[in-house]
């Protein structure tokens, strides 16, 4: 039993240092994931998260493998973290309708039911060692790679990490206006020749998303507010790269400017998911839509504004 015990807690380990080596492989991409929980949205608070979650997956997965149990902490931390993750994963799922938990980076999609089980089995197997192991001593049946497997999937890792942090990122970031930072939308966007800031004036924003079927569908909706000159000006703020908006654009043909920003800044926005429309005033968020099918037609806009005013 004490042997079996062993080697289940070994393979707990290595999943874990598995795991968080596809995340560290785009750290920011995982950031996105957490934030689309909904509990954190705030940018730097997410990739801090982001980067305690690797650090503190990839130390209980190499004592796990190397055996270090330390009266047990290896074994309660696992527990706890695998945990924690289950109910923020239950909350995202039921509160904001979360797809994907993340809990692979971009190389493995899982379903909140299918994390939701793998966690239990998980829960599951890490008490079953524990109980295996309680009387073992730290140095028995320890694999003779351990220290080994440990160095160079920590080293991975780490590199992983350094690597996508110091590499450009892929989208655009919109630099916001230095003297607003008690706006809500205060980005400055290049627009041509010229820039946009949503800092001043009103306008109508739209967050797209530019891999997002509703947001590609929800096109020529948007392009109807876009041409009511009625309404405040229209913009779109995209997540995305300029590959894929250059995509976005042949195949959606917007009639209105549509500019990336930073990934996290975007995903800051978001309640549950793009496309999402805000109307704001000198950058503060005054009205917001959401919609399942089509955006609302000019009229329901303008409806909605002037009831702002009242």
Request: charged share 20%; with cysteine; hydrophobic share 50%.
């Amino acid at each position: 039993m004490t042997k079996i015990s062993r080697y289940i807690e070994c393979a707990l380990g290595i999943l874990f240092l598995v795991s968080a080596g596809m995340k560290a492989m785009n750290v920011e991409g995982f950031g996105v994931a957490i934030s689309a929980y909904g509990v954190i949205k705030d940018p730097s608070l997410v990739l801090f998260a982001a980067y305690a979650t690797l650090a503190l997956e990839t130390a209980l997965g190499a004592a796990l493998v190397a055996g270090w149990r330390g009266r047990s902490l290896s074994f309660i931390g696992s527990i706890l973290l695998t945990a924690v993750f289950s109910g923020l994963i239950t909350y995202a799922w039921k509160v904001n309708g979360l797809e994907d938990c993340g809990c692979f980076g971009d190389y493995l999609k899982m379903t909140p039911p299918q994390s939701l089980t793998k966690n239990a089995v998980i829960i599951a197997l890490l008490l079953l060692a524990w109980v295996g192991l309680r009387n073992a001593q730290d140095v028995e049946f320890r694999p003779r790679i351990k220290v080994q497997l440990c160095g160079i999937l920590g080293a991975i890792i780490v590199t992983c990490i350094v690597f996508t942090h110091n590499t450009p990122r892929a989208s655009v970031s919109a630099p916001a206006d230095p003297t607003a930072a008690a706006k809500d939308i205060a980005f400055v966007l290049p627009s041509g020749d010229e820039t946009i800031d949503l800092g001043t004036g009103n306008y109508l924003v739209a967050f797209l998303n530019t891999e997002c079927e509703h947001c590609k569908e929800s096109v020529p909706g948007l392009n109807a507010l876009a041409a009511d000159e009625s309404l405040p000006d229209f913009i779109a703020v995209m997540m995305g790269d300029d590959e894929k908006l250059i995509d976005f654009i042949l195949e959606t043909e917007p009639a209105f400017p549509t500019e990336l920003i930073d990934t996290l800044s975007f995903m800051e926005h978001i309640l549950i998911a793009p496309p999402i429309l805000y109307y704001i005033e000198d950058g503060m968020k005054i009205h917001h839509w959401e919609w399942e099918d089509e955006p609302p037609a000019p009229g329901e806009i303008a409806h909605d504004i002037a009831a702002q005013k009242d």
